[in-house]
C-alpha cells in the first residue's frame, strides 16, 4: 500500500511514501538533482540522479549513492566511490580498505539498486509532476 505522507513544501516537492516498510522520499535540489533517500530500518540510502534526468533516460545517467551503515563507510565501499566518482555525501573517504572488496556497494545499497525496478514508477511520477 503506498501512502503519501507530504507533497510541495516551498519550492521544493517532497513526497515521502510507505512502501514495503520502506519510507521513500525524493526531491529536487537548487541545482536540478533528484534525490532519493530510502529508509529501511536503522540505516538511511541515498541516490542522486543528475538534472538532465527525465522518464525516458532514468536507467541511462549515471547516479550517485551513499549509505549512513558504517560498512559502506570503514567496509571499503565509500572508498571505491570516491575513487569512481559516485560516492554522494558530503565527505570523501581517501584511506584506501584494509582488506578487498569483492562488490561496488553495501548490502542495503545491494538492495536498493537491485530492486529499483520496484521503485522507478514514484521517479517517474515525479518527474511528470516537475514539468
Known amino acids: ?3 503519501i505522507i507530504e ?4 519550492d521544493l ?10 519510507f521513500i522520499s525524493i526531491k529536487e535540489d537548487e541545482q536540478g538533482n533528484i534525490k532519493m533517500k530510502f529508509s529501511t ?3 538511511n540510502q541515498y541516490i542522486k540522479f543528475p538534472n538532465k534526468v527525465d522518464e525516458k533516460n532514468i536507467y541511462k545517467v549515471d547516479i550517485e549513492v551513499y549509505c549512513d551503515c558504517p560498512s559502506y563507510t570503514f ?11 559516485y560516492n554522494f555525501s558530503e565527505y570523501e573517504e581517501h584511506r584506501p580498505p584494509k582488506k578487498s572488496v569483492d562488490k561496488y556497494v553495501c548490502k ?3 538492495s536498493i539498486l537491485g530492486n529499483f525496478s520496484n521503485f522507478v514508477f514514484i521517479l517517474r511520477d515525479f518527474l511528470k509532476d516537475r514539468r
Open 13 to 22: 516537492v517532497v513526497d515521502k511514501i510507505e512502501l514495503d516498510n520502506k
Open 108 to 110: 542495503h545499497l545491494e
Open 41 to 43: 530500518g536503522k540505516w
Open 1 to 3: 500500500m503506498i501512502i
Open 75 to 85: 567496509g571499503g565501499y565509500k572508498y571505491l566511490g570516491t575513487i569512481n566518482g
Open 7 to 10: 507533497k510541495a513544501i516551498k
